[in-house]
């Protein structure tokens, strides 16, 4: 079965920082990868996506995730944060075939920007 | 284009009364919608598959006869939490897949359920 593992639980990062959302999979074939943020009591807002092709993905907001197969892993980035970023992350795997559509997530990693 | 509506967005209601949550796809036809359920500081768990005309997979541990799923068209599928109980407090999400070849699913607003 699919599973996905985010490592940190909580980050904290200063405004204007870079950072990394780490995210690692577990799925049988090419997975279908994304990252999703949420912000208190919202619903989620889709920040980018990995079918295939290029491993280096352009999301919205100037995030970008890259898609590691020998580590299978998806790692969110951007390079300066801002403080509208704090939030909760959650990265997901998505399955294929009939049960397309189907995502598994992990336990999500709560962003913290200091000012 | 792949707009999914929830409604209500939040919904209070005493314990023991039923509630109806509406799952819409506005611009496009969905044969298969999922339901999620998220819990204050958690992840969002899979409760169910729902495929049109037919009945919803459930998953493990999620009681079929409490959580009604009914997916009688292409573009609405409902999730009615019967004898709704305070434990039953949560978000609920859905999410649809466009029938036409569609590999990903779309996700709604959410709903806010309050069991008082």
């Known amino acids: 079965a699919q599973s996905v593992t985010q490592p940190d639980i909580h980050i904290t990062v200063s405004e204007g920082a870079s950072l990394e959302l780490r995210c690692n999979y577990s799925y049988g074939a090419t997975p279908y990868l994304f990252w999703y943020v949420q912000s208190p009591g919202q619903g989620l807002q889709l920040l980018l996506k990995y079918f295939s092709g290029d491993t280096l993905v352009q999301g919205i907001k100037g995030f970008e995730a890259e898609f590691k197969r020998s580590q299978s892993s998806f790692n969110l980035r951007k390079p300066s944060v801002h403080w509208s970023d704090a939030a909760e992350y959650f990265c997901?795997?998505?399955?294929?075939?009939?049960?397309?559509?189907?995502?598994?997530f992990g336990d999500g990693t709560t962003l913290t920007v200091k000012p | 284009g792949a707009v999914v509506s929830q409604h209500p967005s939040w919904v209070i209601c005493k314990s023991g009364t039923s509630v109806k949550i509406e799952c819409r796809s506005l611009?496009?036809?969905?044969?298969?919608m999922f339901w999620y359920r998220q819990f204050p500081k958690q992840s969002l768990m899979l409760m169910a598959t729902s495929n049109e005309g037919s009945k919803a997979t459930y998953e493990q541990g999620v009681e079929k006869d409490k959580f009604l799923i009914n997916h009688a068209s292409l573009t609405l599928s409902t999730l009615t939490v019967t004898s709704a109980h305070p434990e039953d407090s949560s978000f609920y999400i859905c999410?649809?897949?466009?029938?036409?070849?569609?590999?990903?699913?779309?996700f709604g607003q959410g709903t806010r359920l309050t069991v008082v």
């Open positions: 997901a795997v998505g399955e294929h075939g009939t049960n397309a559509g189907k995502s598994t």
């Open positions: 611009d496009f036809q969905a044969t298969t």
């Open positions: 999410s649809a897949r466009n029938g036409q070849g569609g590999t990903e699913a779309f």
